[in-house]
């Protein structure tokens, strides 16, 4: 489905969760303490943002998101332990059932699913049949040493039955060994621009673990962005969105009709 929107769009999603794979970081003070650095930062510039965790009924993060009063949305979080080809498809039915049930028993209207890694290949129908508006595909890390990033910039895919998928367009931090902070700011600026004249969409995905481990300056080129979004938002050329709100309004009022389901059983 082709979209013409009445101004480009920037969406923003952060992931906040712990990470085996990383040492070496008190995670979990980590993440509390980033989660109040980024609130904070959203907040000076009024901007919203998706905050991706694995269990939004039960996590740490849960209460203080619910709380800011920002409109902040929160997403669940599936890494390849319960989502995608190698975790198999009746996993993935009983846990994304689970953990959408729970969240939505504690009161929290989830309707986006983040992806830490992999890809969910066949099990699109049951990311439709729990309710999901928004699919955020993992990144690319190529992406990170890519100086031509902010020109090929990956667009929302026409929804299936409801479903939009939105791929990260950049990320933040950076990989940059030769930028302080990880760099990257002038890309996503860049990418901004690039999304504010065309009427196209940039979603700027930050990793809550790699900030916390690159520290102040890592926070300083962040800020950098966020201020350059608000600027272009003050323009009017620009609008800041969850990936849930992102979803909604390339919807708009159309409804499609399937000529056929795609709900199968999970097994």
């Given at each position: 489905m082709s979209v013409v929107l009445p101004s480009g769009i920037l969406a923003i999603s952060i992931d906040l969760e712990l990470d085996a794979q990383r040492r070496g970081l008190d995670q979990q003070q980590a993440l509390e303490?980033?989660?109040?650095?980024?609130?904070?930062?959203?907040?000076?510039?009024?901007l919203q943002a998706t905050w991706a965790v694995a269990d939004p009924a039960i996590s740490a993060a849960?209460?203080?998101l619910t709380t800011s009063g920002a409109g902040q949305e929160i997403a669940i979080l599936a890494d390849h332990t319960?989502?995608?080809?190698?975790?198999?498809?009746?996993?993935?039915?009983?846990?994304?059932?689970?953990?959408?049930?729970?969240?939505?028993?504690?009161?929290?209207d989830?309707?986006?699913?983040?992806?830490?890694?992999?890809?969910?290949?066949?099990?699109?129908?049951?990311?439709?049949?729990?309710?999901?508006?928004?699919?955020?595909?993992?990144?690319?890390?190529?992406?990170?040493?890519?100086?031509?990033?902010?020109?090929?910039?990956?667009?929302?895919?026409?929804?299936?039955?409801?479903?939009?998928?939105?791929?990260?367009?950049?990320?933040?931090?950076?990989?940059s060994r030769w930028s302080v902070g990880g760099g990257g700011a002038g890309t996503a600026k860049r990418g901004i621009d690039q999304a504010t004249a065309a009427k196209t969409v940039y979603h700027l995905m930050i990793d809550g673990l790699l900030l916390a481990a690159a520290g102040k300056s890592a926070e300083r080129v962040l800020e950098?962005?966020?201020?350059?979004?608000?600027?272009?938002?003050?323009?009017?050329?620009?609008?800041?969105?969850?990936?849930?709100?992102?979803?909604?309004?390339?919807?708009?009022d159309r409804?499609?009709?399937?000529?056929?389901?795609?709900?199968?059983?999970?097994?």
């Open positions: 303490t980033v989660t109040e650095r980024l609130l904070s930062l959203l907040s000076k510039y009024r849960t209460e203080r319960w989502a995608g080809r190698e975790a198999g498809r009746s996993r993935f039915a009983r846990e994304i059932a689970r953990r959408v049930s729970r969240a939505r028993a504690a009161g929290l989830v309707s986006t699913l983040v992806l830490r890694d992999g890809t969910l290949g066949d099990q699109l129908d049951l990311v439709v049949k729990n309710g999901i508006r928004a699919l955020r595909a993992s990144y690319e890390p190529a992406l990170d040493g890519a100086w031509f990033a902010a020109r090929v910039v990956a667009q929302p895919r026409s929804p299936r039955f409801g479903l939009w998928e939105l791929p990260p367009s950049w990320r933040l931090p950076s990989l950098k962005v966020l201020r350059h979004a608000e600027r272009r938002r003050a323009q009017g050329a620009l609008r800041v969105m969850t990936l849930a709100d992102t979803a909604q309004c390339l919807t708009g409804h499609a009709t399937p000529a056929r389901s795609i709900l199968r059983p999970a097994a």
